[in-house]
């Protein structure tokens, strides 16, 4: 696991409006700015904002449908977070594991 | 004993273990700079306190800086890791006593929550904490 794999990832991540607005994309397929801004609590010019850094992030891409920009989520996106999630989790079971069994060599 | 992942995604990994031992005996596996190193890592250099920094290798070679946060006797341990490449994660280990055995459930979050808190720490120990300052521009983007 790399910086560049997770940080940008998780920090587009960290805001619970970017999530609601990738989460939105990725439910409709595709989406515009201006669709989002009509179902969401949040001004057309904070979405394009926020898509911006998902798209920095890898999160979403885009394409230009003249004079509107359609965004889409990037299929696999979120693997790095995934990898980091089952790396950490499998650390932590060898570790209690190593604990657990030192806790009962301790009292043998 | 019985792993049990109640709750991971991909920010948030939750891992849970029940073990033949009193809470106290299990604290002081968990505080004990000797018996850190038994399960925690290859090389543990950890002072189980408040505010105090330290490293985690594991037997592969990866580093961790360490600053722990809360602790609170025989029931929570809290502390901030991060490795060389910046990537900065919380750690809560819980105790539960059982009957006849201790539930030590971890819980470790790759998060910004708590980064203004360790932040304000680097500035105590800027030399000691000079690593954070990658992870702290990472999260904060």
Known sequence: MTATAVGPVFAALADDTRRTVLETVGSRGSATATALASTLPVSRQAIAKHLTILQAAGLVASQRAGRETVYQVVPGSLRPLSEWAAAT???WTGRLGRLRDHLSNRRA | ME???????????????????RPDEVWAALTSADELTAWLGADVELDIRPEAVGHVVDDDGSRREVLVTDVEHERRVAWHWWDDDGELSSVEITLEPLIHSTRVRVIETIGTASVP???ACAGRWSSALSALAPAAALVSR
């Open chain 1, 89 to 91: 989790e499998s650390a």
């Open chain 2, 3 to 21: 792993h049990v992942t109640d709750r991971t995604d991909s920010e948030r990994v939750e891992v849970d273990v029940e073990v033949d031992a």
């Open chain 2, 117 to 119: 808190r360790v932040s």
